[in-house]
């Protein structure tokens, strides 16, 4: 098992380094924000309104309303990633993940827009009638030829397993920890009440899921975000010499203080950037599966709606969780957990909030809110694990890939936490990266389209206005020889 371990981490460390998916993670956001022009700043206040308050584009074809849409994606964002996964990047990255958490969430955003751009775009309805989309789907729509078949088939095949990772594993070894530190609640009993609860819900298939979240991820994240203002109220002088530490220590790394073992930039930028994608999931693509359902009139206004979800994601929730770890100050002085290499673990959540409301109190606020969370996003991602595998294998696969992942939950239950999450990460980042270069080669085409219908209509008052014509991209290799090597031959 440490041998297994040890691989499973030195895949993690590449995948995750400076070699490959966080340069391409922020090249691609780079590239759209500025083919965008600042689309996610200029036009965040409009796409707020769309999402939460007008909620749907009336008559617009779609299985669910851009709200449902909306608190499904958070459903499977809002997770473990916006309490254990920001304490984890913190408490081994030092304070100066929680900014490059930000920078993922900021530039996250265009990502988060063209992809869900194009789901909603490439959409298609399979042959039970239901609305299917994603990057599975216009991948292969969008870019001709075999490039974007094979892109296709490679996020379908990380797609289907990464649910298991990030939308399943992590969420249920969280919640079954939680659960047994907060009340002492054995772990396979929350396993088991767990997948029956899941079991119940993807019985309805995508119209279940949507009214589902959107009943209950509001109240979760109101409660969660009322909870944790109270604490930096009471913590509000420690607040500006925390946000101080985020911004220096992301330049310049964090010294050894109290248990906590000191942390380098690359670390920051690492933990920062791979909990960062965990939580908001930007430019990984799997938003893009459920935008496509959406009611939407046009691709650039539900586009702009699941923008908003990183925003809401990483900007509030996440913020919360960092700076109520730092202004506290439990990332330096919690107990040290050898199961990650002697640094200190998720449990810094816990520990902030037992520090300010209560032992009983604090422990029993976190563990609620991390299995709502927790639940929500398993809900989200099964869906999307779901649609990954119908593309490979057919609407067939549809059943088995729910009972499946239903049954693999009394599993994680009792699974190495540690190990989980390497292999979450190591998932993650290769579902992104077909996803990410797709974004890279239809840029173009997104900034064009989204310039000519804001220029219609900027406010996103109307919703009458006609989608684009599908088009496709030819980007193939080919070789041409020099007329030194013809004559050779």
Same mark, same amino acid.
């Given at each position: ?180 530190? %907060?009340?002492? +609640?054995?772990? /396979? @009993?929350?396993?088991?009440? *767990?997948?029956?609860? =899941?079991? !119940?819900? &993807? ?10 979240? %959107?009943?209950? +991820?509001?109240? /979760? @994240?109101?409660?969660?975000? *009322?909870?944790?203002? =109270?604490? !930096?109220? &009471? ?255």
């Amino acid at each position: 098992m440490e041998l297994f371990n040890s691989i499973v981490g030195t895949i993690d460390d590449f995948v995750w380094s400076v070699w490959l998916l966080i340069p391409l993670l922020t090249v691609t956001g780079l590239v759209l924000t500025i083919r965008l022009r600042g689309l996610q700043f200029v036009k965040l206040w409009p796409a707020l309104k769309l999402g939460l308050f007008k909620r749907r584009d009336p008559g617009a074809a779609g299985d669910i309303s851009q709200y449902q849409a909306l608190t499904t994606a958070l459903a499977a964002t809002v997770g473990t990633g916006n309490i254990v996964g920001v304490a984890t990047a913190i408490g081994i990255g030092g304070p100066g993940a929680l900014f490059w958490m930000w920078v993922t969430g900021l530039l996250g955003m265009a990502s988060k827009y063209a992809e869900a751009f194009l789901g909603s775009k490439y959409r298609e309805t399979d042959s039970r009638g239901e609305v299917v989309g994603g990057p599975q789907v216009y991948l292969q729509k969008a870019i001709a030829g075999p490039v974007g078949k094979t892109l296709a088939i490679l996020f379908a095949v990380f797609g289907a397993f990464a649910a298991f990772g990030i939308g399943n594993g992590t969420q249920v070894k969280s919640m079954v920890e939680n659960m047994e530190n %907060a009340f002492g +609640v054995d772990p /396979m @009993i929350t396993g088991v009440i *767990v997948m029956i609860l =899941v079991g !119940l819900t &993807l019985i309805g298939g995508i119209k279940s899921i949507g009214k589902v979240t %959107a009943a209950f +991820v509001p109240f /979760m @994240i109101v409660v969660y975000v *009322v909870a944790g203002a =109270v604490i !930096l109220a &009471l913590n509000v002088q420690a607040i500006p010499h925390a946000i101080g530490l985020v911004f220096t220590d992301a330049f310049t790394g964090t010294d050894k203080v109290g248990n906590f073992l000191g942390a380098t930039v690359g670390l920051a930028i690492q933990k920062g950037m791979a909990r960062g994608i965990f939580s908001n999931e930007s430019g990984m693509g799997s938003a893009a599966i459920v935008a496509a359902a959406a009611q939407s009139s046009h691709p650039v206004r539900q586009g702009l709606v699941s923008m908003t979800q990183t925003f809401i994601d990483t900007i509030i929730v996440v913020s919360f969780t960092g700076l109520v770890i730092l202004s506290t100050g439990v990332w330096q002085n919690a107990p040290i957990d050898p199961a990650t290499d002697g640094r200190l673990d998720g449990n810094l959540t816990l520990e902030a909030f037992a520090q300010v409301i209560g032992e009983n109190l604090g422990p029993a606020i976190v563990a609620i809110c991390v299995v709502f969370f927790a639940l929500s996003t398993v809900i989200g991602w099964s869906y999307y694990g779901e649609r990954c595998a119908v593309r490979l294998f057919g609407i067939n696969a549809q059943l088995p890939y729910r009972v499946i992942f239903t049954a693999l939950i009394v599993v994680w239950a009792r699974f190495q936490a540690e190990t989980i999450w390497q292999i979450a990460d190591i998932l993650n980042g290769l579902m992104a990266l077909p996803n990410l270069i797709g974004l890279l080669i239809l840029s173009g085409m997104i900034a064009r389209e989204t310039k000519a219908y804001l220029a219609s209509d900027p406010d996103l008052t109307k919703n009458n206005v006609e989608p684009g014509p599908l088009t496709a991209i030819a980007f193939k290799f080919s070789w041409v020889p020099s007329e030194e090597r013809v004559s050779r031959r």
